[in-house]
């Protein structure tokens, strides 16, 4: 356990080099914190997700046993064994390098952020934002796979984003091995980032980066949309749908319980309120425990970085073409979780992703609040030195 916690740390510090004060030191401070809440605060929470179920398999990877290339558990697994030979075989340790993956993660989101808004001075407000943003934080320290998954969803998308907004191809070409391991590890959002990606490369043979007419959304839409939809019909029948949906709405943190899908258009009615429910449930009349608490306290947030986003968008210039790509990959993502989703647990989990997008989108208001709270603080500190000096000098005099 101590050797993992300094193997992380010294990776973290040379990792962190090249990157601003900002990352450096706010990064430093969160994966205390992860290192922290997995020590001591994770081995005394009440619940158990689906930490035995990967510990179980990682064990047996360890040990030689078998795997099954098609098996998202195995995939992970696998990783977790590597964890396990050189850190120990304890979930804490994977637990901790979980915390290292987690302040990686914006590096490649603040990469995303500045090819969106071309003008943006700085992205360390986005960046703070995304670090210790609460509940992401805490399912990020969770000895699964969640951590990795995201770290490489969105290291896809910046790739893909740059290749579009900077015709890069070796981006493009790089992009394909990272998109097999995420599929390996998560195939639904392989197949969103796929989807975004077709819809993004559209727009940018057909409309260029900086302006996206109403012929070449519509010229977007409809291959995105159709190959969208044949991949979530192979992937998810609707009798595989209805028994993912089944086995999920179980227990006191169900939601929409009872629902069951007869056909695609019950799916296409049911799919805007439950891509709602996806991205902002529980409410308040749905908390039955502390976590359902806690997860409500974070849905102010989660309003407000819904409406600055889309305040940012509208207002400030953006390519059009990074715009769309991450735009479909969000609702995609949305709509296509909160239609198997039922469960108050394992959505709050899945839509950590999600929530980074919307910080995304945010960017500008996030800066513009961060240098405001820098500038006050600033200000505070200098007060209270010519304060001080003030003082000092009127000892003297005494």
Known sequence: MLLAAASVCLLFALLSRPYSTTYRYAGGLALVGHIAFS?????????????????????????????????????????QALVYAVFGA????LSIVNGLLAVLTPIPLAEVARRLYPDLESTDGLVLA??????????ASLPMRDALS??????????????????DYWAGVSAVPLWGALFMLREELAFIALVAALAGGVVALTAGRDGLSIR???AAAVPAGLVGLGLFATVFPVDSLNRRLQYRATGSAAYLDGMA?????DVALAAPIRALYFQFAPFPLHVSSAFDVLAVLSLPLLVVITVTGAVSLRQRRHQSVVALTLGVFYVAGIVGYGLVDANFGTTVRHRGIFVFLLCVFSAPVFERWYRALYRRVGSAFATERRSRSGFDAHAENE
């Open 130 to 139: 995304i670090l210790f943003f609460p509940l992401p934080f805490l399912f």
């Open 39 to 79: 020590v001591g605060v994770l081995p005394v929470l009440p619940y158990e997700w689906d930490i035995a179920l990967f510990h179980t398999n990682a064990l047996r990877i360890l040990a030689g046993g078998a795997t099954d290339p098609t098996s998202a558990v195995d995939a992970f697994a696998t990783f």
């Open 216 to 218: 070449a959304l519509v």
């Open 261 to 265: 899908y007869d056909s695609w258009l």
């Open 150 to 167: 995201t770290l490489l969803a969105v290291w896809l998308l910046a790739l893909v984003v740059r290749t579009f907004d900077e015709r």
């Open 90 to 93: 304890d979930t804490t340790t």
